[in-house]
């Protein structure tokens, strides 16, 4: 069965300060990639998608992520954040057979000044 | 704002009792899916529709059904509740409902079950 792993529950960080959440996921298919992030008492809304091509993909707010097929991670990057990067972010992960996502538990990210 | 819009924002009920949730999809979405979010369970797929069509189900209990509208609209409907079923109820829409297609999430349901 797929799965995602986000390793790290919460992540403190100081403002300007890089960052880096983990993802990885299990999948003996090939799989479309995904980070969302959810502010305070908000939907879910996209930061980046990986379907093909470019394993360096770049996204919204400043965020990239990086697509590791061989060890099948995806983790998103910052080279400074903002006190308003404070959020939860998710990835999640959809397969070709099937339509839904599949989220991770979570990063809650915390920025101090 | 994504364009999706959830009513209502806040329910509270008690055990036993039926609930109906509401989504209205991004102008132009075909495809509308229901997640639930729970702090034990983490976010869950539960169904999805497509142009009123049921097309994929996920951990979704025998107690909860769903439904799309012509108008594309759609209803979550939760009955016999229990304590455990207390969690953020999100919709989301896209247009084609395929697995590349970016998921557009409404601002969720908070349902408290007493």
């Known amino acids: 069965a797929q799965s995602v792993t986000q390793l790290d529950s919460q992540v403190p960080v100081f403002e300007e300060a890089p960052v880096e959440l983990r993802c990885n996921y299990s999948s003996s298919v090939s799989v479309y990639l995904f980070w969302y992030v959810q502010y305070p008492n908000q939907g879910l809304q996209l930061l980046l998608k990986y379907l093909s091509g470019s394993t360096l993909v770049k996204g919204i707010n400043g965020f990239e992520a990086e697509f590791n097929k061989s060890q099948t991670s995806f983790h998103l990057r910052k080279p400074s954040v903002h006190i308003s990067d404070t959020a939860e972010y998710f990835c999640?992960?959809?397969?070709?057979?099937?339509?839904?996502?599949?989220f991770g538990s979570g990063t809650r990210l915390l920025v101090r000044p | 704002d994504s364009g999706v819009t959830q009513t209502p924002k806040h329910l509270i009920t008690a055990t036993g009792q039926r609930v109906t949730l509401r989504c209205s999809p991004r102008s132009g979405d075909l495809s509308v899916y229901w997640y639930q979010q729970s702090l034990d369970q983490g976010l869950q797929f539960l169904i999805q529709?497509?142009?009123?069509?049921?097309?994929a189900k996920g951990n979704i209990l025998e107690r909860f059904s769903a439904q799309q509208f012509p108008d594309l609209h759609s209803e979550l409907n939760l009955s016999s509740l229990e304590l455990g079923d207390s969690a953020l109820y999100f919709c989301a829409s896209s247009v084609w409902g395929t697995s590349t297609d970016t998921q557009y999430f409404g601002p969720g349901t908070r349902l408290t079950v007493l």
């Open positions: 529709y497509y142009n009123g069509e049921e097309r």
């Open positions: 999640a992960v959809s397969l070709d057979s099937s339509y839904k996502l599949i």
